[in-house]
């Protein structure tokens, strides 16, 4: 079929809207990773350059000098990790039960998990300083990973996902003599892995990327994350470094890029949940 001389001009359009918006999407990290490598004086010169003359890797040095970066890292990956895994176990539970089990209460339990989504985060930040402080869990990475072992959001995507399940192989497996336990891990959860990979994916970026509540349960050096040692190192600095401050936001947000480079099939996934039927 021959394109019109309209179908022509509304094509052009189209693909220049997409070129803009995607360097405006773009631009920010394309500065971020530029002005890692720039010298102070190029990142404060004016007019602002994208790229500077010379490539130096004065940043990183300066900043792995000037903080317990690698410490930050190593934390990171221990809470985000730890607290991912224990949510993905938890959250799956839960999901299971609320869809394919059937007891005294369910609904209205299911209901009390979901009024927590509505109760921000802010709230709770004193009861939880408290409480944690008590119990002697402050700076310690336990503290860090148990009050986020679950969410209501988790368990809510994961009851979608196994509501969509036949409840006919449960009845067929409970028939065979497997156990409940057998049930979810041999026939229930095999099925719902593209789930389990989404809400991992969702649970590590937050955590990864989360700066109130790791600064609120850490106050030494040494236990701080990647996002809240960055935060604490800007403001610890009478003279402001931006080369380092680069470098390291450019660091912290690498191995979720790679992320989602890998797994990138299970965000575009992640978008249709929101239109998943019990």
């Known amino acids: 079929m021959k394109k019109t001389k309209e179908d022509i001009v509304?094509?052009?359009i189209k693909y220049i809207c997409i070129a803009a918006l995607l360097i405006v999407v773009l631009f920010p990290i394309i500065w971020l990773v530029a002005g890692s490598f720039k010298l102070e004086k190029e990142i404060l010169s004016f007019p602002p350059t994208v790229f500077g003359e010379h490539?130096?890797?004065k940043s990183f040095q300066r900043i792995f000098?000037?903080?317990?970066?690698?410490q930050y890292i190593a934390n990171t990956v221990i809470f985000a990790l730890g607290a991912t895994g224990l949510a993905l176990v938890f959250d799956s539970a839960a999901g299971y039960a609320f869809a394919q089990l059937d007891f005294k209460g369910k609904?209205?339990?299911f209901v009390v998990v979901l009024l927590t989504m509505m109760v921000p985060f802010q709230v709770m930040?004193?009861?939880l300083f408290l409480e944690s402080n008590y119990l002697g869990l402050l700076n310690t990475y336990m503290g860090l990973i148990l009050p986020k072992a679950t969410t209501a959001f988790g368990v809510f995507m994961m009851r979608s996902y196994f509501a969509q399940q036949p409840h006919e192989l449960g009845e067929a497996a409970r028939i065979d003599g497997l156990s409940e336990i057998g049930i979810f891990f041999r026939i229930f959860l095999p099925l719902v892995v593209p789930g389990l990979m989404t809400l991992g994916i969702f649970h590590l970026m937050n955590n990864w990327n989360d700066l109130?509540?790791?600064l609120m349960m850490t106050t030494e050096t040494k236990m701080r994350t990647l996002s809240a040692g960055l935060a604490l190192f800007v403001g610890e600095r009478s003279t402001t470094y931006y080369g380092p401050q680069l470098a390291g936001?450019?660091?912290?947000?690498l191995p979720l890029m790679v992320l989602y480079a890998f797994f990138q099939k299970y965000f575009i996934a992640s978008v249709a949940t929101s239109?998943?039927?019990d």
């Open 212 to 214: 109130l509540y790791p």
């Open 55 to 57: 490539f130096s890797m």
């Open 249 to 253: 936001a450019l660091i912290s947000i």
């Open 107 to 109: 609904n209205f339990l």
């Open 275 to 277: 239109g998943m039927k």
């Open 125 to 127: 930040m004193i009861p």
């Open 10 to 12: 509304l094509g052009t």
């Open 65 to 70: 000098d000037a903080i317990p970066f690698l």
